[in-house]
């Protein structure tokens, strides 16, 4: 029997997994629950040394002789304090231990608790990795639990050997030994490039089994014209489609834009079950699509396959089960050089994304943001780049189809408005190309000081979308009443005009769609001596109301769907989105 602490019970369940089976325990009060499960589990070798600082260095030798990682622990306070000396010479020997220390409530940390200290990261640069471990109420608590223990014991033996810290924080003592069984739990593998090649083809062979095999590119700064010829012989090999937005540069076969089509405004979880992929291939950097939400939705119903150069765990999915060590190009080249002869991708999971993504119907817009961003996007020349601020213009600008090589660049890797036009500038003063910034007037005007650089040349075209405030609480429905304006969209009727033209730019504004057209093909000439800012007036809630009529109108209909939006809305307008989500669990089921 086990113990009913979830937090132990994972640990306890990937310990199995990793064929970590020697346990040396001083046992306390807080870790009674786990001692006594593993004790009771034949699984286990447990040996009993009382003091802490002993149970160390024991478990330093028995480990150095049977070359696999112990597990040394205790309870909270002083106990783990005497861990101490050995988990030092643990370090500097390379010997891998998993120290995992009780602790209490988190919450009463300086309260004068009873035998608490801070024991959080409490090993400091002794330890090759060390976690702290949420207290597991609900499903998403699991999965954290579940990843942060597997980072843990993935780094025993990660570019060499060494110990590793779980702290284990609980808010009560437990005495209660009533499960039977251990969760269900991933072990997360990790290979590169000095993995045997048996590791590497059991994968080749999962994925030439696969019939429905989803990559996702994410942000890319750079990607080689060899790069795109390989992912696109991979979709050929295999049975796959291959998911982009523009910030992933990627521009091969097999490509959709899942903005849209994929995005949980305007696909339901049902809709989505029907394009679920079995394995998920993801490389890059940050996305920002809906389709990493609605994957999220089904955690641990696909396998998720990272491909990570540095070998760190992001479980952006919530389904990690293997990471790869190595740059995209040798994994896809890897999987290209041992395809078998004749096997090529049947195209029924790619054309059934392919006919969903040609569902979403692209209307003439009134005037609004998204009026004027299309007219930008859909226009700016070849080779040119083109910057995104946050939010809307990165949402916008992706429903839209660029010219070739167009290269696209954000701030998405901490997703703030502060420097989004000194990036641009940046990346624009060494360019000769035409250089395109698509900004709101939040984030101009927090980073306007920008616009008085030196090396502003005249390749510099910048649209802002003055739409009078954070256009963003509308779309997100923060928007509460017109006390909402004072501070949270931030209504104002600041111009810009005055600025750009102190700092010699020609200067263009709108106010509808007549002006807007008129000043637009000025604003896309390649022959001006001096940079373009062109100001464009729009109303945020007009802005936001535009985008949620168009997820509104390719969106699948059908009864369900509709309920529980409406009573999604409806529900967040009284009790707030956090009842207002268990309200929505209950339509759905």
Not at 431 to 447: M, P, Q, T, V
Request: net charge negative.
């Amino acid at each position: 029997m086990y113990t009913e602490l979830k937090s132990y019970q994972i640990i306890i369940a990937l310990l199995k997994k990793y064929g970590i089976k020697h346990c040396v325990l001083s046992a306390g009060s807080r870790n009674v629950p786990f001692v006594h499960s593993v004790e009771e589990d034949p699984f286990f070798e447990c040996y009993s040394v009382v003091d802490e600082r002993s149970a160390g260095y024991f478990a330093l030798g028995l480990s150095q002789q049977l070359q696999e990682p112990v597990v040394i622990s205790c309870t909270a306070s002083t106990a783990s304090c005497n861990y101490w000396p050995p988990v030092a010479e643990a370090f500097y020997q390379g010997v891998p231990l998993v120290i995992l220390t009780s602790d209490r409530n988190p919450a009463m940390l300086g309260q004068w608790e009873d035998q608490m200290i801070d024991q959080v990261g409490m090993f400091d640069r002794h330890v090759k990795k060390s976690v702290n471990l949420p207290n597991v109420e609900n499903r998403d608590d699991f999965i954290h639990c579940q990843r942060v223990v597997n980072e843990a014991l993935l780094e025993l033996d990660h570019h060499g050997t060494g110990p590793v810290h779980i702290n284990i924080p609980m808010k009560y003592y437990n005495r209660s030994f009533n499960c039977k069984t251990l969760p269900e739990v991933t072990k997360i593998e990790r290979l590169d490039v000095f993995s045997t090649d048996d590791c590497w083809v059991s994968k080749i062979e999962t994925l030439k089994k696969c019939n429905r095999i989803l990559v996702t590119c994410g942000q890319s700064s750079y990607v080689s014209d060899a790069f795109k010829e390989t992912l696109s012989q991979f979709f050929h090999n295999y049975n796959a489609s291959i998911s982009i937005e523009y910030m992933s540069n990627m521009n091969c076969d097999g490509i959709i834009n899942s903005t849209v089509c994929m995005d949980s405004r305007y696909l339901a979880d049902h809709h989505f079950k029907e394009l679920l992929p079995e394995i998920v291939i993801s490389y890059g950097h940050n996305i920002t699509s809906g389709i990493k939400e609605l994957l999220r939705h089904f955690a641990g119903q696909f396998e998720h396959w990272l491909i990570q150069e540095d070998g760190h765990i992001v479980d952006m999915y919530k389904s990690l089960t293997t990471i790869f060590e190595c740059p995209p190009l040798y994994f896809f080249n890897y999987c290209n050089s041992h395809i078998d002869t004749g096997m090529v991708n049947n195209l029924n999971y790619h054309n059934l994304l392919l006919q969903h993504s040609k569902r979403v119907i692209i209307p003439e817009f009134e005037y609004s943001n998204i009026y004027a961003i299309k007219s930008v996007v859909e226009n700016i020349p070849s080779k040119s780049i083109l910057h995104l601020s946050i939010n809307s213009s990165i949402r916008i600008t992706n429903f839209f189809k660029l010219q070739p090589d167009v290269k696209v660049y954000a701030n998405i890797g901490t997703y703030g408005i502060d420097g989004c036009l000194s990036s641009f500038l940046g990346q624009a003063s060494v360019l000769s190309g035409l250089s395109f910034l698509i900004i709101g007037d939040l984030s101009f005007f927090y980073d306007m000081n920008a616009l008085r650089l030196r090396n502003i040349d005249n390749n510099v075209r910048i649209l802002m979308i003055n739409n009078h405030g954070g256009e963003e609480f509308y779309y997100n429905k923060s928007w509460i009443n017109q006390s909402s304006d004072l501070h949270t969209t931030a209504r104002h009727e600041t111009r810009a005009k005055g600025w750009v033209l102190e700092n010699n730019f020609i200067y263009l504004s709108a106010t509808d769609k007549k002006s807007f057209d008129e000043a637009l093909g000025v604003f896309l000439s390649e022959d001006s001596e001096v940079p373009i800012f062109f100001e464009v007036f729009t109303e945020m809630k007009t802005d936001a109301d535009a985008i949620c009529n168009f997820y509104n109108l390719s969106r699948p209909k059908d009864l369900r769907s509709e309920l529980v939006r409406k009573g999604k809305e409806f529900a967040k307008s009284f009790v707030g989105q956090e009842k207002a989500q268990k309200i929505v669990n209950l339509i759905k089921k």
